[in-house]
T-cell receptor, first 115, second 119 residues
Framework: GAVVSQHPSWVICKSGTSVKIECRSL??????MFWYRQFPKQSLMLMAT?????????EQGVEKDKFLINHASLTLSTLTVTSAHPEDSSFYIC???????????FGPGTRLTVT | AQTVTQSQPEMSVQEAETVTLSCTYD???????LFWYKQPPSRQMILVIR??????QNATENRFSVNFQKAAKSFSLKISDSQLGDTAMYFC????????????????FGQGTILTVHP
């Protein structure tokens, strides 16, 4: 099946700094990508829908100025956590929607720890 | 809006036995897809099985099969001959067909069920 990569897989940053997470579809073009947040033993919480060439659509309660999403190409979406705080520590997962196969492919996730 | 409910937070089964995970959903849509995803300790989401709502036949993938009851809005997953590698968190998910616009491909997940397979 298709592959979606995420980078970095694990990042530690200091409180107040920003961190960028990349999500790439390696062998297909993804006009739509999704960003999730997951706490241990809990479900995936959708943060936003990223559409190539347009602004992201954020779910209710997600601060769009804090979680900046850019989908500049058909294979790359980025999530930037700005002015990170310890409560932003979590596991972030991206997924890419392949319209040709009508399937969703998930990245391996990024563990963010804010100290 | 759609909702997906998994009422079993945790389940356990002995190796080689059969276990069924429950999922119910609520929607006013006629055309949709249902999925079961597996998330092992590595946390990589893996598609287990997919069911198109318009298909009456229950989907099967090797040891995994579903019992899709459209009228009851129920979509359970049966794992036969359980293996240690089946230990994972399992998520039921819903997706509208041809949602259009920014909802295309958007999944609604249930709360998840942690399945432990014991030797």
């Amino acid at each position: 099946g298709a592959v979606v990569s995420q980078h970095p897989s694990w990042v530690i940053c200091k409180s107040g700094t920003s961190v960028k997470i990349e999500c790439r579809s390696l062998d297909f073009q993804a006009t739509t990508m999704f960003w999730y947040r997951q706490f241990p033993k809990q479900s995936l919480m959708l943060m936003a829908t990223s559409n190539e060439g347009s602004k992201a659509t954020y779910e209710q309660g997600v601060e769009k100025d804090k979680f900046l999403i850019n989908h500049a190409s058909l294979t790359l979406s980025t999530l930037t956590v700005t002015s990170a705080h310890p409560e932003d520590s979590s596991f972030y997962i991206c997924s890419a929607w392949d319209r040709s196969s009508y399937e969703q492919y998930f990245g391996p996730g990024t563990r963010l720890t804010v100290t | 809006a759609q909702t997906v409910t998994q009422s079993q937070p945790e389940m356990s089964v002995q190796e080689a036995e059969t276990v069924t995970l429950s999922c119910t959903y609520d929607t006013s849509e006629s055309n949709y897809y249902l999925f079961w995803y597996k998330q092992p300790p590595s946390r990589q989401m893996i598609l287990v099985i997919r069911q198109e709502a318009y298909k009456q036949q229950n989907a099967t993938e090797n040891r995994f099969s579903v019992n899709f009851q459209k009228a009851a809005k129920s979509f359970s997953l049966k794992i036969s001959d359980s293996q240690l590698g089946d230990t994972a968190m399992y998520f039921c998910a819903f997706m509208k067909e041809n949602a259009g616009g920014t909802s295309y491909g958007k999944l609604t997940f249930g709360q998840g069920t942690i399945l432990t397979v014991h030797p």
